[in-house]
């Protein structure tokens, strides 16, 4: 079987594994545009923000426990917790009073859980559907988070400038909660 026919075989799995692997990285890609809001409102100099670096750190012992769950128990339940779980970090965002340790709580938080919706889980899909066209669909898949980035920090501007940064950061979390379900309905029977 070609290639194209095989990623046009089974193109419905590439729109979860697509949805998850982006959902898995807004919580990255919104920092740099909330940065400057946080800044201001309690004063934390960039100095800070650069030990986010660290609590990436802190996802690694986890990540071989979310791949034995997602053997175990399969995509759709594995991605299923962790999209019911991430909006409870923006919402914790959004409560903020100007500790950064709590920030960098949630923040290390939002990466662990996020690790149930993004490649680790989704691209099994991958692996177990395409034989031809793996890398290609691979490809595709973790393209998705730098198209997203593109449309998000313009998005993430306006609502900032409409709303505030604390209903942002609810945004964020509902889009992260609906879109995620869709996600997860999308991957079918595995």
Known sequence: EPRYTELARHWPLLAP???????????GYSLGVLMPALE??????????????I????TLPFLPFFGRLTDRFGVRKVALVGVLLMPFGFIGYSQMQGDFTTYLVLFTAILIVGSMVGPLVFTRLIAANFVRAQGLALTVVNCAPAVLALALAPA???????IGWRSTYLVLGAFVL??????VLLVGKE
């Open 17 to 27: 594994c697509v949805a998850g692997i982006v959902l898995s990285s807004v919580s």
């Open 55 to 58: 609590t990436m750190l802190l």
């Open 156 to 162: 993430l501007n306006m609502c900032i400038e409409a």
């Open 40 to 53: 201001q409102e309690f004063g934390w100099s960039r100095a800070q923000f650069a030990l986010i670096g």
């Open 178 to 183: 609906v879109s995620g379900l869709i996600a």
